[in-house]
Every structure is written in C-alpha cells, then in structure tokens.
C-alpha cells in the first residue's frame, strides 16, 4: 500500500511511502483490540477508593446493651455495620485495575487497529516538520491544509517534539504522540491518523 506525502502546506509531494502489508493490511482481530483497550483503561483509574471499615470508625467499643432478653437482636458496639454511623462492610479498598496482557497480543492489536485505519483510507502521510515557536495558531493552520481541522485527529512523530506538542495542547480533538508511544486506544479513538515520514519506520520496527 502506497501513499502520498504531503507537506505543511497541504500539498502533495512527488515522494510516497510503501505501507507494510504486514502492520497496515492484516485481518483486524477485535478481541485483541478489546483486551488491549481494555488494559489501557484499566491503567488509567487510580483505583484510590476507600470507605472506613468498623475497626477504622471513632467510636466506642462499649457494649450497647444485655446480650439476652431485650426481645431484639445481639449489638455489640456502635461500630458495627449495621448501625447507622457505622462503618461499612466490605467497602472499597485502594488496588490496581491493571492486569496482565502478553506482548504479542497487544502487538496484534495495534497492527489491527492500523489495519482498520488503512481500510478506512484514514491515513495521511505528512513530511517530517517541526515549528520554530510553539504556536497554536500554526498546529491550526497545519490540519487546515491537510483538511483535517473538523476531524479528531492522532499526529504520530519520529521523537519529542516540544514546539508541536505545545502547539496542539490546548486543542480538545488532536492529540501529538511518540512514534514508540502509540496505542491502540489512541488510534481507534481519532478519525485520521497523521503519519510523519520517518514514525513510519519506527512503528514498524517495534511491531515486525
């Protein structure tokens, strides 16, 4: 699969990349991408919940009252769970949601995930760039010209890039990563992904 490359001004380049058939052309697997999002959601809780359990709540320990012969049920203290004030039983505790995925399994995901995004033709290819000042205005103008600035998009880059990371933060439906950070959640979450020259050979090192 052959795409055009476009520079920052929207215009096609007489430059194409070759996309591995490999990574962008395989039959998605959609249980994979639903344990691997699945992982990348369950990571993201801070799991910090709590409530007081009885041995946590300030109270007395005092016994209530006679332990037979008031006509209603045993209370030991104002503690227990059934009392209002009480503390809760079985009540939340801080843990983490994560669990463990093999690594081939999310490697299939995100080539899946790519996969759907080449079906959908919702790939372009951009050359690489970067912008002299962080700017909001010039990361705007830039998905103007690719026609793109309507639509939630995910920017892949060959490394950090402070000045275009800067300049999309503040814009709710873009999102600028790593050409070794990206996952699957963040290319099924946007409409088009916008792959720089030199990403490409990244992500297809890390999933070959």
């Known amino acids: 699969m052959e795409l055009a490359v476009y520079?920052?001004?929207?215009e096609s380049t007489s430059k194409k990349v070759s996309l591995s058939s490999d990574i962008f052309g395989i039959e998605p697997n959609d249980h994979a991408i639903y344990l691997?999002?699945?992982l990348i959601m369950a990571n993201k809780r801070q799991g910090t919940h709590k409530s007081k359990e009885r041995n946590e709540v300030?109270?007395?320990?005092?016994?209530?009252?006679?332990?037979?012969?008031?006509?209603?049920?045993?209370?030991?203290?104002?503690?227990?769970?059934?009392?209002?004030?009480?503390?809760r039983m079985f009540g939340p505790r801080p843990r983490n949601y994560g669990?463990?995925?093999?690594?081939k399994v999310k490697d299939l995901a995100r080539k899946s995930a790519l996969s759907y995004k080449a079906k959908e033709s919702a790939i372009t290819m951009l050359e690489d760039f970067s912008?002299?000042?962080?700017?909001?205005?010039?990361?705007?103008?830039?998905?103007?010209?690719l026609k793109l600035?309507?639509?939630?998009?995910l920017l892949v880059v060959v490394e950090s890039n402070k000045?275009?990371?800067l300049s999309s933060r503040n814009l709710s439906n873009t999102k600028v990563v790593n050409a070794s950070d990206v996952n699957t959640y963040d290319i099924l979450n946007a409409n088009n992904l916008v792959l720089t020259e030199?990403?490409?050979?990244?992500?297809?090192?890390l999933l070959n």
Request: net charge positive.
């Open 7 to 10: 520079n920052t001004k929207g």
């Open 36 to 38: 691997d999002v699945k």
């Open 58 to 87: 300030a109270y007395s320990t005092r016994k209530l009252k006679r332990q037979k012969g008031t006509g209603g049920a045993r209370a030991g203290s104002r503690k227990s769970g059934t009392m209002i004030g009480g503390g």
């Open 99 to 103: 669990f463990k995925l093999n690594k």
């Open 131 to 145: 912008f002299d000042t962080p700017k909001t205005k010039n990361y705007i103008g830039l998905m103007k010209n």
């Open 149 to 153: 600035n309507e639509k939630k998009t």
């Open 163 to 165: 000045s275009v990371y």
């Open 198 to 205: 030199g990403s490409v050979k990244i992500i297809e090192s």
